[in-house]
């Protein structure tokens, strides 16, 4: 199975700093994905990627950016964190074909923002 | 819009109790419907359905999609404290690669 690795599981910062989430995947799967998780939201989606240097937006991307330099490696970068901004953030990566749609996810980071 | 509904949204139970989780979706081209399990943190997938009345099993879990009713639902007999946990559902979305997930119902297993 992929292994997807993020890079911090607990993450605490203060508003408006600039914070970057770390996610590897080891499997060269082509598509790369950051949602948020809060309680009684779901998982909602911020942004994907679909190759290299390639993002799309998700349903929640303001306030955030991504970055995709490797097929390997896909970031999360919040430019000047605020408190909504807490959440656990949730890295997947998937090689996605018409029967197989099925997402890895990484450990998860939780955030805090004070 | 893609939607997914999940119900109920918690459940509490004993242990040995079998459980029912239900999952609605309206989608543009239905292609699959998932079931992922999280326990701590990252989800696990648990299955994928794509046929109608077609049931996935995986030990004590099962799964099966009803395309015309556009519904699924896991079930967890003889339930275990180990089966505690967020179950999620998802689709993805027509001609994207978004997955659109459910709330997700959180599952208690109380010995």
């Known amino acids: 199975d992929v292994k997807v690795t993020q890079s911090s599981r607990y993450l605490v910062k203060r508003t408006g700093e600039k914070v970057f989430l770390e996610c590897v995947q080891d499997?060269?799967?082509?598509?790369m994905f950051w949602y948020r998780q809060d309680p009684g939201l779901g998982l909602r989606l911020i942004y994907f990627s679909y190759d290299v240097k390639m993002k799309e937006k998700g349903d929640i991307p303001e306030g955030y950016s991504v970055s995709r330099e490797k097929k390997e490696r896909f970031s999360l970068i919040l430019e000047s964190a605020s408190t909504n901004q807490t959440s656990m953030y949730l890295c997947?990566?998937?090689?996605?074909?018409?029967?197989?749609?099925?997402?890895?996810f990484g450990s998860g980071t939780q955030l805090s923002v004070l | 819009e893609d939607k997914v509904v999940q119900s109920p949204l918690s459940l509490v139970v004993h242990e040995g109790d079998t459980v029912t989780l239900n999952c609605s979706y309206e989608v543009t081209n239905f292609r699959s419907l998932l079931w992922y399990k999280q326990e701590k943190k990252a989800p696990t997938f648990l299955f994928m359905l794509?046929?109608?009345?077609i049931e996935k099993k995986s030990g004590r879990l099962s799964s099966i999609l009803d395309k015309k009713e556009l519904f699924s639902i896991l079930n967890i007999t003889a339930t275990q404290t180990g089966d505690s946990a967020i179950y999620l559902c998802?689709?993805?979305?027509?001609?994207?690669?978004?997955?659109?997930f459910g709330k997700g119902t959180k599952l208690s297993v109380i010995p």
């Open positions: 997947a990566a998937a090689k996605w074909a018409a029967t197989n749609e099925k997402l890895f």
């Open positions: 998802a689709v993805p979305g027509a001609g994207s690669y978004q997955l659109t």
């Open positions: 794509t046929s109608s009345g």
């Open positions: 499997m060269d799967h082509e598509n």
